[in-house]
């Protein structure tokens, strides 16, 4: 906490020290300039003119100065704007800061005019740090905070994704599934059933005869019995008579 306070701090008073000096460069009045200078609402005009009626120290000069007025832009903005789009933010907000102030030092300075080639220059700085600077300190700045448990202050929550609903080919594998496990249960319980049910008719003991059943097979023993004795006796009896007749002879 104590460490991202001072960071800011820090930051901060660049900014401010920053915009005092540019205040100064830009908005200080030029009465030797007046008769020379005009708008130029047409971008490369400017450009286009310095590569042209410039010497090339004068050209340098006036070029690599609007440009390196847009690089602490590029540095300082990267801890006050979101990480999301961070570069697009920082380039949008450099330009509309830059813009304002051409249209002020145009209207109100005297020997100043507005320059949209200057507005672009400055833009082309605040990218140049961001890229060279801006981008590793502001990213190892963030990553030192959020390990440490103290986001930064401009930090973005993730936007929740919004339910979508399940299609009929998602409903109805969820249905198979959620179907599956109810079925093996069913099968499992009704083998088992079926298991318990043999096992019981193997120990069931075998029922006994019933009584008429045994009176039935002990008469037809006893007449059976008789009928065999019977043959016996007629058998001898037949004997006996051959044996007679054979005697009487």
Partial sequence: MLVRGAVLTVVLLGLVVFSVLLAKVTLTPSPASEDLVTANLRPGRSLRQYAEDYTFLAACKQAGGNLLLGVPFGLLLPFFVPRRLRMIRTTLLTAVAMA???LIQGALVEGRAFDVDDVILNTAGALLG????????????????????SPGPSAEKPEAEPKRAPGPAARAKAARAK?????AARAKAARTKAAATKAGQRDRPKPAASAPAKKRGARTGRTGGAASGGRRATGSGAVRSLLDRLRGR
Avoid: N, Q
């Fill in 100 to 102: 304002v102030v051409e």
């Fill in 130 to 149: 961001y890229f060279v600077l801006g981008r590793r300190i502001s990213h190892r700045y963030y990553t030192y905070t959020d390990t440490s448990g």
């Fill in 179 to 183: 179907a599956a496990p109810m079925k």
